[in-house]
Nanobody
C-alpha cells in the first residue's frame, strides 16, 4: 500500500514563499508521474504542477513562473517550491502519484496566504 505524506504547509503573507514536500512510502520510480493538486473552499480540485518519471513538467497557468515542482528519487520525495504567493493560492494542497494500478493521494496540507 502506497502512502504519500505531505508537509510544509502553513500561513504566509502575500509575496512570501513556502516549500511543500511529499514523501512516498516506496520508490517513486514506479510512478509514471507525480503532482500537486489544490482545492480551495467551494471549488473543484485542480492540477497545480506535475512532473513525469522522465522529468518533464507542466504547470497551471496561474502558477507558472512562481511555482517549481521537482523530485528527489533517492529520497522518494517530490517538492513544490512556491514563490510570490498570492491570497488566491490559499487551498489544501494534495500530493498525487500516478501508478499503473491507479492514482494515490496524500492527506493534504493547508496553505493560507494572507493579504
Amino acid at each position: 500500500q502506497v502512502q504519500l505524506v505531505e508537509s510544509g504547509g502553513g500561513l504566509v503573507q502575500a509575496g512570501g514563499s513556502l516549500t511543500l514536500s511529499c514523501a512516498a512510502s516506496g520508490s517513486i520510480f514506479s510512478f509514471t508521474a507525480m503532482g500537486w493538486y489544490r482545492q480551495a473552499p467551494g471549488k473543484e480540485r485542480e492540477l497545480v504542477a506535475r512532473i513525469t518519471s522522465g522529468g518533464s513538467t507542466n504547470y497551471a497557468d496561474s502558477v507558472k513562473d512562481r511555482f517549481t515542482v521537482s523530485r528527489d528519487n533517492a529520497k522518494n520525495t517530490v517538492y513544490l517550491q512556491m514563490n510570490n504567493l498570492k491570497p488566491e493560492d490559499t487551498a489544501v494542497y494534495y500530493c498525487n502519484a500516478e501508478g499503473v494500478g491507479g492514482d494515490y493521494w496524500g492527506q493534504g496540507t493547508q496553505v493560507t496566504v494572507s493579504s
